[in-house]
């Protein structure tokens, strides 16, 4: 099982937009990242997103590229100081995508290689993939690779 964490594209400041939508910026960068995803061959079988609507728009920018056979989705405990434990507990047979905010990605990676979520284990950037593994048999889960816009 591959889990494939993400965090949403760059956004607008709060007082150009109040809902901070994705910047054209955070737009280019995504379409970019979906564009080596769908190169290296990524397959998702769905993409879940937070309700927030930079974090929507980022899932819709994967999906287009990547065409998972459930669609994106809206889902519940993936805003930026939602508690990580609900996503333990993830159906090993699945490829899946999580679309949302830090520090709550940067957190899950955390908890999922290490026990815990107060060790930072890898730096997320906007609209920057990290792929988390494990094999069905066991629970520890690896760091298999990240893609990110810039490096550094």
């Known amino acids: 099982m591959a889990l494939y964490l993400v965090q949403h594209g760059k956004s607008l400041p709060a007082d150009i937009d109040p809902e901070q939508g994705l910047s054209t910026e955070?737009?280019?960068?995504?379409?970019?990242?979906?564009?080596?995803?769908?190169?290296?061959?990524?397959?998702?079988?769905?993409i879940l997103h937070s309700g927030k609507p930079r974090a929507r728009r980022t899932a819709d920018i994967l999906?287009?590229?990547?065409?998972?056979?459930?669609?994106?989705?809206?889902?519940q405990g993936l805003n930026p100081l939602d508690d990580v434990a609900p996503w333990t507990r993830l159906n090993p047979g699945d490829d899946l995508m999580l679309v949302?905010?830090?520090?709550?990605?940067?957190?899950?990676?955390?908890?999922?290689?290490?026990?815990?979520?107060e060790r930072p284990i890898i730096k997320f950037q906007n609209s920057g993939i990290v792929c988390l593994d494990r094999e069905p048999s066991s629970i520890n889960w690896v760091i298999r690779w990240a893609l990110a816009p810039k490096l550094g």
Do not use: I, N, W, Y
């Open 26 to 46: 955070g737009v280019a960068e995504t379409e970019c990242m979906a564009q080596m995803a769908k190169d290296a061959g990524l397959k998702v079988k769905g």
């Open 63 to 75: 999906a287009a590229a990547l065409k998972p056979a459930e669609g994106t989705k809206q889902a």
């Open 100 to 117: 949302g905010h830090l520090p709550f990605m940067e957190r899950l990676a955390a908890f999922l290689v290490s026990g815990s979520h």
